[in-house]
């Protein structure tokens, strides 16, 4: 099993940071707007930092991910834990992307599409740019000895 | 080819009726211009023309045709599009036609693509004769047979004389039996009227509440409102029972080769098809009710959008009601399989669902005193009578627990799950697309899991895949490898059995064929060539196989 790169705890935090900066910024907003003291809505946005970091350590520590000779197999979740296989037969393409938050800390992720109906797109994040395309020409390749003429 | 010429005015009369409703709602609002009848008959006349005269570019635009391997459609009068649609990717093919329609003799007829979400392919409108056709054509051309050709003008006769031939071909597999037809009536339940109902009187309490007499004692109150929910109740019935028996007026599914056809609707005529390797699932539904009485109801589920799926009505292919060996025996004929015996989740999981209906139940109730109290009714109303449902949470629990289960088959897996409306799901491991185990923090709690076998998309609520709900976390995991072994296996097999087909298939017409099965990759279109070698009733097939056993020696 593949562990994802240790920085992706960065970009999760920060997410969670932005979240907790908007919602706390509203919150102040309102309370002075309402004459109220603004202390409970930084306090809540203070909780929700505090949450988003454990979650994402959590999160980190659950994510691992493997490709097999026919599937690939990934583990994550905090709350609710999913296991998922994805047999390369079903894979529709492959994705390699890098949004604004992975390219500032030099991450990207990989995207593998199936025809399925609520597993239809599984993220791998948290992979070097080089990991990420790495992986896409192995899946392509996979994919391709695989045969998937049965993809739907 | 073009559209029926009969569909310009049509269309042109379509699309000023609907102009015109919306501005008579318009004007009613009030838009400070005085609209009389002159006005109103100018801007009905304007409309028509302008739209008659778009209808006739449009008309002259539109052009269809079908080639060897695709249907191409040219179309656009400000937007030119060109669209080929190759038959092997075609899911379904679906003929409908509203009162006014089959009045003028047109028809709509659309066609489905996997994994879209809307129809790849419409043409409004051709006429009854030529929608048949090109339904008919179509169907041939994804076996891969060459359709005798028809002259572009085809008669009438011609056209009638194939639609026959075609229905020869078809075996019947389910006609729905008045009884049936108006059982599917009575268990009907229009969910909607309920919500436009609560949306209309939420409007219009300031009107009505003059009506209620507030100083009443509470409880004649409470009896008042029970009496207007209750008429509620009926009237969304009724309204269900209409819509339910002009639904599935005249169903009928027949099969012909690898193709399910269906047939239904009163006011509005639908028919369509869907080939045999694009269903991806089979789900049996049934409750207490039906259950007693002998009743189930049948869907097929498939890739991709089908029409009416948007407005909550299911899949095309779904039997309403039926008794409940018909509808078996129809499970049977679509996808043969043997006499499941579930695997049941371990039964400490029926503490969790009790408390889970209490913990319901108690939040229901504290919701109504609460909402009592705002109104100050709370000493006498009698708040606590849903309370009363607490004593039905063990058996409720019980059955919840009774009906879960999976089942591992030759070539399905079947689950089951449901309390009250029990649903049987039929998959065919090599339909799995991915497989799925979840354990929310509760699960984790009781040491169970649920693997859920996700097949490809459709739009309709069913279209989850077959879940294995709160299975002990062992077995999960043991599921979960079983599934996606058993889709390698099943598809490894299905490729040997393609490859053998195509093999002999060469021997027999070496350069036809060959063109053919590469054109065929990527689509189901060998799967239907497998089908056909598989049986053994025409005296081509057994020429066939023979070839195939002296090409291998």
Wanted: charged share 25%.
């Amino acid at each position: 099993m593949n562990d994802l790169h240790p920085r992706i705890r960065v970009i999760w935090i920060l997410r969670a940071v932005v979240v907790a900066v908007v919602v706390g910024a509203v919150g102040v907003g309102m309370a002075t707007f309402f004459d109220v003291s603004p202390l409970p809505p930084v306090g809540f946005a203070v909780l929700l930092v505090i949450v988003g970091v454990i979650h994402a350590i959590l999160r980190y520590r659950n994510w691992a991910y493997v490709v097999r000779a026919d599937a690939i197999y990934l583990e994550r979740g905090v709350f609710t834990e999913i296991r998922t296989e994805v047999p390369l037969v079903r894979i529709q393409h492959v994705d390699s992307r890098r949004s604004a938050f992975e390219r500032l800390v030099g991450l990207a992720s990989t995207v593998v599409y199936t025809a399925g109906s609520r597993g239809a797109d599984v993220t791998i994040p948290g992979l070097t740019p080089g990991e990420a395309d790495a992986l896409r020409k192995r899946l392509k390749g996979l994919v391709i000895e695989s045969d998937g003429e049965d993809a739907v | 080819m073009k559209l029926a010429l009969k569909a310009v005015p049509y269309r042109a009369l379509q699309k000023t009726t609907t102009l015109l409703i919306s501005a008579v709602f318009i004007a009613s609002i009030g838009v400070g211009v005085p609209v009389g009848p002159p006005q109103f008959l100018a801007v009905a006349v304007g409309s028509f023309l302008l739209s008659l005269g778009y209808e006739v570019a449009y008309y002259r635009r539109f052009e269809y045709e079908l080639t060897d391997d695709t249907l191409d459609i040219r179309s656009g009068v400000f937007n030119r599009r060109e669209r080929e649609i190759p038959y092997g990717r075609v899911q379904n093919v679906d003929i409908s036609r509203n009162i006014f329609q089959r009045l003028v003799g047109l028809s709509k007829l659309d066609i489905e693509t996997a994994g879209g979400g809307s129809t790849e392919a419409s043409l409004k409108y051709v006429t009854a004769f030529e929608a048949n056709r090109l339904q008919l054509d179509i169907r041939r051309y994804k076996r891969g047979e060459s359709p005798e050709s028809h002259a572009e003008g085809a008669t009438v006769a011609d056209t009638d004389l194939d639609r026959d031939r075609a229905v020869d071909d078809e075996e019947l597999l389910f006609e729905i039996a008045p009884s049936e037809l108006a059982l599917a009536g009575i268990l009907s339940f229009d969910p909607r009227v309920p919500g436009a109902l609560i949306a209309l009187f939420t409007g219009s309490v300031p009107f009505i509440s003059p009506i209620i007499p507030f100083d009443a004692p509470p409880l004649i109150v409470f009896g008042l409102l029970a009496v207007l929910f209750a008429a509620g109740l009926v009237l969304a019935w009724i309204v269900g029972a209409i819509s339910a028996i002009v639904n599935y007026w005249g169903f009928r599914l027949t099969r012909s080769e690898g193709e399910l056809r269906y047939e239904r609707g009163l006011l509005q005529r639908y028919s369509g098809t869907i080939p045999f390797d694009k269903i991806q699932a089979i789900t049996i539904t049934d409750n207490p009710l039906k259950r007693r009485a002998g009743y189930a109801t049948l869907v097929v589920e498939t890739a991709g959008y089908a029409p009416g799926q948007t407005d909550g009505r299911g899949s095309e292919a779904a039997v309403p009601i039926g008794s409940r060996d018909r509808v078996d025996r129809l499970a049977d004929e679509i996808s043969s399989i043997e006499k499941p015996t579930f695997n049941r989740p371990p039964k400490r999981i029926r503490r969790r669902y009790l408390v889970r209906y209490l913990l319901a139940i108690a939040g229901m109730t504290g919701l109504l005193y609460a909402g009592l109290t705002v109104f100050d009714l709370a000493d006498a109303m009698p708040w606590y009578l849903p309370a009363v449902a607490a004593l039905g949470t063990p058996l409720a629990a019980h059955y919840k627990w009774l009906h879960r289960g999976y089942w591992l088959g030759e070539d399905h897996l079947v689950t089951r799950n449901g309390f009250w409306s029990r649903e049987t799901k039929q998959v065919a491991y090599y339909r799995i697309q991915t497989v799925i185990e979840t354990r929310t923090i509760f699960q984790r709690r009781w040491s169970v899991a649920t693997v859920i076998a996700d097949t490809a998309g459709s739009l309709s609520i069913l279209g989850t895949g077959a879940a294995a709900v709160d299975i002990d976390h062992q077995d999960a995991t043991r599921l979960r490898e079983t599934l996606t072994e058993r889709l390698r296996t099943a598809l490894a097999e299905r490729r040997r059995d393609r490859q053998r087909s195509t093999a002999f298939e060469w021997v027999d017409t070496k350069d036809e064929e060959r063109s053919d099965s590469t054109g065929a990759s990527g689509n189901g279109q060998d799967v239907d060539q497998s089908h056909t070698n598989r049986s053994d009733d025409s005296p081509s097939d057994v020429d066939r196989s023979d070839d195939d056993s002296s090409s291998r020696k």
